[in-house]
């Protein structure tokens, strides 16, 4: 499978929790960290999602938030993935940025350059990949 | 109508899904390729959506993922539009890349030079723009 | 709190619709001004929010489309903010525009510099922010 989405994480549907047009997906990955994502419910049940299937999920570089200091705030963003600046590669006005996540995903995030000089970005730098739960496609594997 | 979404796709409200918070909306362009957008139900009653009425679809070219390969992969993404990449244009981070459909219709993509690279695209290849319904806009001329 | 998300309004819950998958929040800004979100029930819920209670809007400066010109049209995007070009920073596929608002909040957007070109974006022009509500995380302080 070839995307030009930078983020693609393979596990398992660990909950389905159904509306009338928007589904809530939860997959499970191998590490143990679960992702979230707002899917509709026509392309949840043309995927056949349920418990235990295996499926993966997709997220544009340019839907993640970095956040290095929540100072005690909390968000409605469903997805927090902490981990470790592994890379920073600069452009004119964007940045991209790797966050190495525990169990050896990687995340990539692309920010303003203007938020990365501020955020003061570095390799070995703890991380937070922030990732609403609407900007989240789930695929499943043929 | 002047703004900055580089995908703007006219055609006609070919139905309507209705939920507690979300309307789910599909439009049906001339060439007969449908595009879902989910957007909230007040939008959906202000506007005046339903079967028959002109409208377009906006898109941002940030939100569309491309594929070239999808391995018999399925997404929950709603929209696919299968074409032929038109132009590459790079960045230092992120490339512009321009699908034409086979309608007449571009869909310009905003990836970065990574999977610009890794999918190796270039003018002439077949490629699908896939968009996720949560990132499309919808709008009603005057 | 450090995020790389360039717009963090601050304001106070003004109305929670609820769903069964999606919440929809307003947050109305000490100017008056309202910010829509579309976040999870259980974020919702997780974050306590309702009427009255303290909150702020985050959205990445990539998920905002700049209008100067709608020619009559209507939009399903439920925050237009209306202000004045500040700044624009070009690059070479993209470019920052600062939007500064009559209440002196100002909002980032990153649109592409073939837009930033044909909408002849400069400092002193009036300009509106379009964002859509399923493209605003919602905050809580400590």
Request: proline share 2%; aromatic share 2%.
């Amino acid at each position: 499978m070839k995307t030009s989405a930078r983020n693609c994480f393979a596990g398992s549907v660990s909950r389905v929790t159904q509306g009338a047009v928007n589904d809530e997906v939860e997959l499970t990955l191998p590490g143990g960290q679960g992702i979230v994502a707002i899917i509709t419910r026509a392309s949840s049940e043309a995927l056949g999602l349920k418990e235990g299937a295996k499926a993966f999920a997709l997220v544009k570089a340019s839907s993640v938030i970095i956040l290095t200091d929540t100072s005690g705030a909390r968000f409605s963003a469903r997805n927090l993935l902490a981990g470790t600046v592994a890379q920073v590669r600069e452009g004119a006005v964007n940045a991209e940025v790797d966050i190495e996540l525990p169990g050896g995903d990687t995340v990539v995030a692309i920010i303003t350059m203007e938020s990365c000089r501020r955020l003061a970005l570095r390799a070995g730098q703890a991380a937070t990949a922030m990732i609403k739960a609407s900007s989240v496609i789930i695929g499943v594997p043929a």
